[in-house]
T-cell receptor, first 114, second 112 residues
């Protein structure tokens, strides 16, 4: 079966702009989690959606938001981009939640803010 | 809140040698523990997970990890390193709320 698909793979944006990243989970998976990966901070949890509801949220400012659609596809939005938002953004899908079922990760979207 | 600490940001071994990557966790409730591997420009791939069924967990590619509650550890081992094992390895912990926390990662180098 198809894996987790993240689009686009690479993105370059200017400071102050906004960006939307997309994640299509594995068919049948209802949970999608987002992570930010940077060399300095490592992997940080952004939020998790399950059946269109945000179930968990990490410690990120309100500029970071997300949503999940009825087909479980998820989008992440970052407004008013800052240089520090440059990172690899990973999404993970699982059947019931990241904790006690296997999470499958996409290849990520590499965002560069200039 | 739960957290993990990976000891050693870089580990270098010779091909055929034992691989030992260290992970200690902190959790106020019984944890679920994971090891993931990441190759350059790729997402994370699950190596193995501990969900309280057995303390010694076997994963893919010959890796295994042992959950030691008394030491709050979940170290990853492989008896004989292969060149293809060179990658970054992440330990992660979560509890019932499904908020997964990752360690800082350990970059494994395998020398020929």
């Amino acid at each position: 079966k198809a894996g987790v698909t993240q689009t686009p793979r690479y993105l370059i944006k200017t400071r102050g702009q906004q960006v939307t990243l997309s994640c299509s989970p594995i068919s049948g998976h209802r949970s999608v989690s987002w992570y930010q990966q940077t060399p300095g901070q490592g992997l940080q949890f952004l939020f998790e959606y399950f059946s269109e509801t945000q179930r968990n949220k990490g410690n990120f400012p309100g500029r970071f938001s997300g949503r999940q659609f009825s087909n479980s596809r998820s989008e992440m939005n970052v407004s008013t981009l800052e240089l520090g938002d440059s990172a690899l953004y990973l999404c993970a899908s699982s059947l019931g939640g990241v904790g006690n079922t296997e999470a499958f990760f996409g290849q990520g979207t590499r965002l560069t803010v200039v | 809140a739960q957290s993990v600490t990976q000891l050693g940001s870089h580990v270098s071994v010779s091909e055929g040698a034992l691989v030992l990557l260290r992970c200690n966790y902190s959790s106020s409730v019984p944890p679920y523990l994971f090891w993931y591997v990441q190759y350059p420009n790729q997402g994370l791939q699950l190596l193995l997970k501990y969900t309280s069924a057995a303390t010694l967990v076997k994963g893919i590619n010959g890796f295994e990890a042992e959950f030691k509650k008394s030491e709050t550890s979940f170290h990853l081992t492989k008896p004989s390193a292969h060149m293809s094992d060179a990658a970054e390895y992440f330990c992660a912990v979560t509890a019932k709320n499904n908020d997964m926390r990752f360690g800082a990662g350990t970059r494994l180098t395998v020398k020929p």
